[in-house]
């Protein structure tokens, strides 16, 4: 890395109190690396005392595995210890255009709560359309914008902007081809699903049928039938009859 101590500098104001940070960044330009490597720097430093996540680490005991709003509220309330979490593929579980969904208004208020926990946390996400209350948040104290694997740009009105190059690899391992899951119920984990109800869970967080089929490997049509499908066992379950509306 071109400037280390400048790096500490950066991390030692960033994490002096309970923050959320965003890394941006296109596809494959190393986001989740990049955090997990600012998360262990900060550790290593003496800025954090533990690591939280969502990505899967191969149970590297660095890492808490997180995967649902339970669990993360309980961890980060559990002690007075300092705490950094990882929320990777947040736009996927926060998407923009559902802001008033139940996971969204529950992960608001969270971060509201940071304070109480002692928590320092990082959403990753390969756009800047995280939902606006995030980026408008009084918590957010920096926005790093990952340029290439080794180039990043941070940006924050506590400094002025930086760019450093020549960023190292984490030497926390992470599982790249494994989705990074969160769900606000606690056990249930999207491998664990049929095809047909993870087309489903992922519609209903907000994602569009193209996205869906473009990250399960999938045609649109099958992604609509399955979909389809779901709702279709839901009403019959609850014996729900569709009646089509006139209008």
């Known amino acids: 890395m071109n400037d280390a101590q400048a790096f500490y500098a950066m991390l030692e104001l960033l994490f002096r109190n309970p923050c959320l940070l965003l890394v941006l960044g296109d596809w494959r330009t190393g986001k989740t690396d990049t955090s997990l490597l600012i998360m262990h720097l900060a550790v290593k430093w003496g800025l954090l005392d533990k690591i939280g996540s969502n990505i899967y ?12 709003m339970g669990g993360l509220k309980r961890w980060i309330h559990a002690d007075n210890l300092r705490k950094g979490f990882i929320f990777d593929e947040a736009l996927t579980h926060l998407p923009a255009r559902r802001a008033m969904s139940t996971k969204n208004v529950d992960m608001n208020a969270f971060i509201a709560e940071l304070s109480k926990g002692h928590g320092r946390m990082i959403f990753c996400a390969q756009t800047d359309k995280v939902e606006s209350t995030l980026k408008d948040s009084a918590f957010l104290r920096a926005v790093f914008y990952k340029k290439s694997k080794k180039v990043m740009t941070c940006h924050s009105k506590l400094f002025e902007s930086m760019m450093f190059t020549g ?3 984490s030497p926390i391992r992470f599982d790249k081809d494994r989705l990074a899951e969160f769900s606000e119920m606690e056990g249930l984990l999207m491998s664990d699903l049929s095809q047909e109800v993870k087309c489903a869970v992922l519609y209903s967080g907000g994602l569009s049928m193209p996205k869906i089929a473009r990250k399960l490997g999938l045609y649109d049509t099958q992604v609509k039938r399955a979909i389809m499908k779901v709702c279709k066992a839901f009403c019959d379950k609850e014996k729900i009859q569709i009646v089509n509306n006139p209008d």
């Open 167 to 169: 960023l190292p690899r």
């Open 57 to 68: 680490t191969y149970d590297d005991p660095a890492v808490k595995y997180i995967i649902s």
